[in-house]
């Protein structure tokens, strides 16, 4: 069976100037992502990784072509819709966490429902469970800033599943880990790819090179698919 | 001349206008190229960067139209205060007068402030919409308004560099008093009337709003500020002031009045410009929004009373009306 298309990518370019210098960044991309594919970007700094899943997300604006999320094109979208996309069906896992340091793991997942209006007890049932699949319940307590990366990791997982999304985007999520957590981490991947996840990986990790699960490895060198 | 243009109020005044000129006349180069070139189905790095300018462009006018309407206040607070440099003026309606340019320049700028507040009603709109389906109308709309602020640029200058601080001007006791014989009321209206007619046109307001006839409400909405204009300096103002003499919009802007001028006249124009622009949008775009609706009356609301408990209290207090 056709499995159904979650990202369309046609043509995408990014070009960044600084002055009289012009960087492109993106050159003429063309990638089509169905669902439940997990797409591993690979490539050394300054390849475009970071720039593509900033991208796919509508956290930027292309210079030209488009990026298509289940048909509807983010690229152009203007904030308030792209975001809305977002909200509902990208979840972000960031190489640096991104948390708020000082709220506790349970408020750091909870965050992005708010917006949702969700009645308090609803908030909290979807928090368990996404802290449950990310494996860091017993810390739902715990302040942020005591945790360690590992848990900060996990913590930045279960933010990104709270919201049910279709798509997960991870921009180098081991760089700040240590092997054993890097592995405690892929093994949360391969539960969230067995859900039916679309995931897209950011890394230069080579523990991504030979997964247990089904993955498609695609090289990036200066900005271009290989 | 120059004991006008040396003023505080005056030099802040015109340099804020000027500058907010130049950032309009830079939004309105971009935009013109924008819109001769705009093709929002297009995914070329050219479309791509029209719509980052057209998003910034949008920013500028709508900061600088947020500030506009600061500064129609901040215009309307310098010519009372010149009113103490011109012999004979006891407020704003001297000073307005004191040269041709004035009463067209007030009427102008009353006319932009609608202009900006429909803008703002169409940018919220093509905002709102994934595909910025209002793009073109909002441009268009920012040409005309911005053609009406060039010829209020104009008229500034030439409004404060006219005034003659050695000409003695009328007061407003000799402008909006009634010359003998003379009915200052338009269509011969008495002043029974006028009131008649300023509480019928309030209700039918209501009552069209309601109706959902959105032309009827549109022609009522513009009858009723015609109408409360007159009422205001004709009757109402006579017992802010307590003087059935006194004739005046502006001097009901001053302290000794507690600036009620300023909440009374904020609130008819703000409510009705509200109002009339949502109209518009619906007339012309199809476009309604309750809450903008509720706020207008809200506004207006708040002038009818205000206007009404200034008699009411005087007659609770005297015993008689003026």
């Known amino acids: 069976m056709m499995r159904k298309i979650m990202i369309q990518i046609e043509n995408l370019s990014k070009t960044f100037y600084q002055g009289s210098h012009v960087a492109a960044v993106l050159k003429e991309i063309n990638l089509t992502i169905h669902q439940g594919e997990c797409i591993i970007l690979k490539g050394v700094s300054g390849s475009g990784k970071t720039t593509l899943l900033s991208l796919i997300a509508g956290l930027d604006k292309p210079s030209g072509g488009k990026v298509l999320i289940e048909g509807e094109p983010i690229s152009k979208l203007p904030d308030l819709f792209a975001s809305e996309l977002r909200a509902k069906k990208i979840g972000m896992i960031f190489q640096h966490f991104n948390l708020f340091e000082h709220l506790t793991v349970n408020e750091n997942v909870m965050l992005p429902l708010i917006p949702t209006g969700l009645k308090m007890k609803a908030l909290q049932q979807r928090v368990d469970e996404a802290l449950q699949v990310a494996n860091i319940h017993h810390k739902k307590d715990s302040v942020a800033s005591r945790l360690s990366g590992g848990e900060k990791q996990r913590t930045a997982i279960a933010r990104a599943l709270v919201a049910n999304p279709d798509i997960i985007l991870c921009d180098e999520p081991t760089a700040n880990l240590d092997r054993d957590n890097s592995l405690l981490f892929i093994a949360i991947l391969e539960s969230l790819h067995r859900m039916g996840k679309t995931i897209i990986i950011a890394t230069h990790d080579p523990l991504f090179d030979h997964l247990d699960f089904e993955s498609i490895i695609i090289p990036m060198v200066d900005g271009e698919m290989v | 001349m120059q004991e006008i243009l040396l003023s505080n109020q005056v030099m802040v005044f015109l340099l804020s206008e000027s500058t907010l000129f130049i950032l309009l006349l830079v939004a309105f180069v971009v935009s013109l190229k924008i819109l001769l070139k705009w093709d929002f189905e297009r995914f070329t790095p050219f479309q791509f960067a029209l719509e980052k300018q057209a998003y910034l ?155 959902g006839y959105t032309l009827l409400y549109l022609v009522t909405h513009i009858l009723f500020l015609f109408i409360a204009y007159y009422a205001v300096v004709y009757f109402f103002g006579t017992y802010i002031y307590q003087l059935p003499t006194h004739k005046c919009p502006f001097c009901m802007l001053q302290p000794e009045y507690y600036a009620v001028g300023y909440l009374l006249w904020g609130s008819l124009f703000m409510g009705s410009y509200m109002g009339l622009s949502d109209a518009v949008c619906t007339l012309w775009l199809g476009k309604t929004n309750r809450k903008s609706q509720n706020i207008a009356i809200g506004l207006l609301s708040i002038f009818v009373l205000l206007c009404t408990a200034y008699v009411t209290v005087y007659y609770v207090r005297n015993g008689v009306l003026l």
């Open chain 2, 57 to 211: 462009v949008s920013t500028i006018i709508l900061f600088v139209f947020l500030l506009k309407f600061i500064l129609v206040i901040y215009f309307i607070f310098s010519i009372d205060a010149l009113s103490f440099l011109l012999p004979g003026a006891m407020c704003a309606a001297g000073v307005i007068k004191a040269n041709v340019y004035g009463s067209y320049l007030l009427v102008l700028k009353t006319f932009i402030l609608f202009g900006l507040t429909l803008w703002l009603f169409v940018h919220f709109y093509d905002m709102y919409t994934k595909n910025h389906r209002w793009f073109r109308q909002k441009s268009w709309l920012f040409m005309l308004i911005f053609v009406c602020i060039l010829l209020e640029l104009i008229l500034d200058f030439s409004y404060f560099t006219n005034i003659d601080a050695h000409l003695p001007v009328n007061c407003c006791a000799a402008l909006f008093g009634q010359l003998e014989g003379a009915n200052p009321l338009p269509f011969g209206l008495s002043i029974a009337s006028l009131l008649v007619l300023f509480y019928l046109f309030y209700i039918l307001l209501l009552l069209t709003l309601k109706s």
